[in-house]
């Protein structure tokens, strides 16, 4: 027969001991109606006075940090394709690179640095894709590589013959990342 421990608000039945430690035991339990799961830490009975008293105050303030983790909600989610994430990484910098490798010539002759470049720029476009199973590496890996836009970005004045409206693009380009950064990032609320 199972063990019953009785708790504030229900009755638990010990399904299985998950571990055991200096701190108590671990058990897997559940609810005598069977409508809620959870898991139990009680103190070892083997142990001293002083001992179940300093495993209570662990397990009391364990439990008030599980509670506090409940109720916080995670905004921002991982996933890679999230359609701002989108906006502002793959399509942005795919269309970026298709620009760049159709003038990829012309930019070689102006920078004898382009070719190289724009190939790590491609290559922090595909990584960013590549490992968009594991968004931690996907970002990294991608940010560490894009670096490179930051001199790539001004390459654009080279493909524009009218300097103004290579100017104005260049504007709009930054004031884009920026809105879907503060956006994202919540520091202008709308």
Same mark, same amino acid.
């Given at each position: 027969?199972? !063990?019953?421990?009785?708790?504030?608000?229900?009755?638990?039945?010990?399904? *299985?001991?998950?571990?055991?430690?200096?701190?108590?035991?671990?058990?897997?339990? *559940?609810?005598?109606?069977?409508?809620?799961?959870?898991?139990? !830490?009680? &103190?070892?009975?083997?142990?001293?006075?002083?001992?179940? @008293?300093?495993?209570?105050?662990?397990?009391?303030? =364990?439990? *008030?940090?599980? /509670?506090?983790?409940?109720?916080?909600? $995670?905004?921002? &989610?991982?996933?890679?394709?999230? &359609?701002?994430? $989108?906006?502002? /990484?793959? /399509?942005?910098?795919?269309?970026?690179?298709? @620009?760049?490798?159709?003038?990829?010539?012309?930019?070689? =002759?102006?920078?004898?640095?382009?070719? +190289?470049?724009?190939?790590?720029?491609?290559?922090?476009?595909?990584? /960013?894709?590549?490992?968009?199973?594991?968004?931690?590496?996907? $970002?990294?890996?991608? *940010?560490?590589?894009?670096?490179? =836009?930051? +001199?790539?970005?001004?390459? @654009?004045?080279?493909?524009?013959?009218?300097?103004? @409206?290579?100017?104005?693009?260049?504007?709009?380009?930054?004031?884009?990342?920026?809105?879907?950064?503060?956006?994202?990032?919540?520091?202008?609320? $709308?």
């Amino acid at each position: 027969m199972a !063990k019953v421990y009785s708790g504030i608000k229900n009755n638990w039945l010990v399904l *299985e001991q998950i571990g055991k430690g200096d701190a108590g035991e671990v058990f897997l339990v *559940e609810s005598k109606d069977k409508t809620l799961q959870g898991i139990l !830490k009680r &103190p070892l009975q083997i142990a001293t006075g002083g001992t179940i @008293i300093r495993q209570a105050s662990q397990i009391e303030t =364990e439990g *008030e940090i599980l /509670f506090a983790l409940a109720y916080i909600i $995670f905004e921002k &989610p991982l996933f890679c394709f999230n &359609p701002i994430i $989108f906006l502002r /990484f793959s /399509f942005s910098r795919i269309i970026f690179c298709y @620009i760049l490798l159709w003038k990829w010539e012309y930019l070689a =002759e102006k920078s004898r640095y382009a070719v +190289v470049i724009i190939k790590i720029y491609i290559l922090s476009s595909l990584s /960013f894709i590549v490992f968009s199973d594991i968004p931690t590496l996907a $970002f990294r890996v991608s *940010e560490l590589l894009g670096i490179v =836009e930051i +001199v790539l970005i001004p390459y @654009i004045l080279y493909l524009i013959k009218n300097r103004t @409206i290579g100017k104005l693009i260049l504007s709009f380009i930054a004031l884009g990342f920026l809105c879907l950064t503060l956006l994202y990032e919540r520091i202008i609320a $709308f």
